[in-house]
């Protein structure tokens, strides 16, 4: 499989700058790889494909405010600084990117808030844009944390072009998320209303949860055409001895294991045991999945409509098998479904 397998002509307009209105109201699309066939519903209708004892793995990640806007030292000019992750919590370091990143160099100094009471100081490149940033704070570290949140904004992806408003808060987060550590939202999770999951758990559909802290790993763009030499940057992921029992009697029992989005299923195929059942795990996964692939824990998934060339859309190509997915992806844009991260969603069995 090459890059140039995955890519597709995508109209700007089908881009989602906006979520549904109700987040199990989103359009969904149903592909059986059995039977090769394709149906149109909503997001709320997929009860109607599980039965009881069937799971559904849910990442449990929160969002955090990862976007800040600071002043360079001297000339004021504005900086957007993307925090990545913790590095050191005692020294307070932090991997981010800059934008624009040419007007950042090793020892800046960089002012956030209108008291300028939170500075960093550059002190390494990682990359063109990436940069490790030491903060700078008068006070604990809990307060540290609680003025980044402070001065952080919702970290929707750029393709949004329009303002951050105070809705995206809470809509660019799904209504399980737990544990804070991702720069970005589980997709096909936002989909899921209180309403959808009370509704699937009066029909007796069990519920694990998994940890996979999305990072910008998953949207880096594949810049080589050969797919076995691609590197994706490392994701933190945890799965605990609760999760692992649920979704085990459920492989043993031949039910339904459903990964909800990408990082999931990453998470889940990152803890294979050697009989093709799922371990505790704790630590950081690099796993990139692309065509041809054997999935071992998984056998259903949900996501959204990935853009051209993402590992995102190759994995859904290894699942759903290639052919049959550029049929759907096809139909999709025919249809005008939504893509991205507030879009539309797929339901593969």
């Not at 550590?181 to 989909?191: I, N, W």
């Not at 007796?204 to 050969?226: Q, R, W």
Request: glycine fraction near 4%.
């Amino acid at each position: 499989m090459k890059l140039s397998n995955f890519n597709f002509d995508l109209p700007k307009e089908l881009l989602a700058e906006y979520p549904a209105e109700n987040r199990d109201e989103a359009r969904l699309m149903v592909l059986n790889r059995k039977t090769k066939t394709i149906e149109h519903k909503l997001f709320k209708d997929l009860i109607d494909y599980f039965e009881p004892e069937d799971v559904m793995v849910l990442n449990n990640t929160k969002v955090f405010p990862a976007r800040l806007y600071g002043n360079k030292e001297k000339t004021g000019a504005r900086i957007e600084v993307f925090l990545l992750r913790e590095l050191n919590s005692e020294t307070r370091l932090w991997d981010v990117l800059v934008d624009p990143a040419r007007k950042i160099r090793i020892g800046n100094k960089l002012y956030f808030g209108d008291d300028e009471s939170l500075v960093a100081e550059v002190i390494d490149n990682t990359t063109s844009r990436g940069r490790t940033l030491r903060f700078l704070y008068d006070g604990s570290y809990q307060e540290f944390r609680n003025k980044l949140t402070e001065l952080g904004e919702t970290p929707l992806p750029k393709y949004i072009k329009r303002e951050v408003e105070p809705e995206d808060a809470e809509r660019y987060q799904t209504i399980f998320a737990k544990e804070e550590g991702a720069v970005a939202a589980p997709t096909a999770g936002l989909h899921f209303s209180k309403h959808l999951l009370k509704r699937l758990e009066i029909k007796g559909i069990n519920f694990a949860e998994v940890t996979l802290h999305v990072g910008l790993g998953t949207f880096s763009p594949v810049e080589v055409e050969d797919l076995s030499k691609h590197k994706m940057d490392s994701e933190e992921a945890f799965i605990q001895k609760p999760a692992t029992e649920v979704i085990n009697k459920a492989i043993n029992e031949n039910r339904k294991v459903c990964a909800v989005g990408t990082t999931v299923m990453r998470a889940l195929e990152s803890a294979v045991s050697s009989n093709h059942t799922l371990n505790e795990f704790s630590g950081w996964t690099n796993k990139f999945i692309f065509p041809p692939y054997d999935f071992s824990i998984a056998n259903c998934m949900i996501t959204n409509f990935h853009t051209p060339k993402s590992t995102l859309m190759m994995m859904v190509s290894a699942f759903a098998g290639h052919e049959f997915m550029k049929e759907a992806y096809e139909l999709a844009v025919k249809e005008k479904y939504k893509f991205y991260s507030y879009g539309d969603a797929m339901l593969i069995i």
